[in-house]
């Protein structure tokens, strides 16, 4: 599976943005799915996750409320939301697949496929 992250870039503190991550070679509806993001210095955290049905999904602390995961196994895509960003969302955002399993998994190692990273920059 190679997944593809887009949708990055330089938005004002209070803005919004949308990721998407497509696959190809394999479609994405049984795969459960995560987006991650690095800051420079820190460790790769778990931003959200979503079951393979889009039934249950996940949140950090820091984004609940602002961000949303949402999945379409029509058009292999899985989204992510950004709203009312803050600067400290600032970081490289990461989309990944896991494959098998039947609930949203919240830790790096959890999962197999990883797309190349998209930078999302938060200015004050």
């Known amino acids: 599976v190679q997944l593809q992250a887009s949708g990055g870039g330089l938005v004002q503190a209070g803005g919004s943005l949308r990721l998407s991550c497509g696959a190809s070679?394999?479609?994405?509806?049984?795969?459960?799915m995560g987006w991650f993001r690095q800051a420079p210095g820190k460790e790769r955290d778990v931003v959200a996750a979503?079951?393979?049905?889009?039934?249950?999904?996940y949140y950090a602390d820091s984004v609940k409320g602002r961000f949303t995961i949402s999945r379409d196994n029509a058009k292999n895509t899985v989204y992510l939301q950004m709203n009312s960003l803050k600067p400290e969302d600032t970081a490289v955002y990461s989309c990944a697949a896991r494959y098998g399993g039947s609930y949203y998994y919240t830790r790096p190692a959890d999962y197999d496929y990883w797309g190349q990273g998209t930078q999302v920059t938060v200015s004050s």
């Open positions: 979503i079951s393979s049905s889009g039934g249950s999904t």
């Open positions: 070679g394999r479609t994405l509806s049984s795969y459960p």
